[in-house]
């Protein structure tokens, strides 16, 4: 099964402040939760797979494709039975922490 994020070596930052540090994770299934303290970088890895951030060094990939060259159109497509099969799969879940900074 291909996963459907991978991390390699991800790093981002804000200006000198590293956000996120050198993740590396190849997650499969239909759901998949993130879960972590305030200020951990949950949003950041969220808004760096939906190609809103630019990493520093390293790569994200969303369903093979580098996150940064997603179009438009695939961030805000979903399945129209997405509903129906995040219900089925909620046991199914899992999770990456991200320890806070």
Sequence with gaps: MQPVI????????FGQRVILNQLKAALTGTSI???GPNG?????LINTLLG???????????LGRPAHRLSQGSRASTPPDFVKR????LKHV???????L
């Design 6 to 13: 991978e991390l390699d070596g991800l790093e981002v930052r």
């Design 33 to 35: 939760g993130l879960l």
């Design 40 to 44: 951990a970088g949950k949003s950041t």
């Design 52 to 62: 809103f951030h630019k990493p520093v060094s390293g790569t994200a990939r969303v």
């Design 86 to 89: 995040l219900k089925d799969d």
């Design 94 to 100: 899992r999770t990456i922490e991200i320890p806070s």
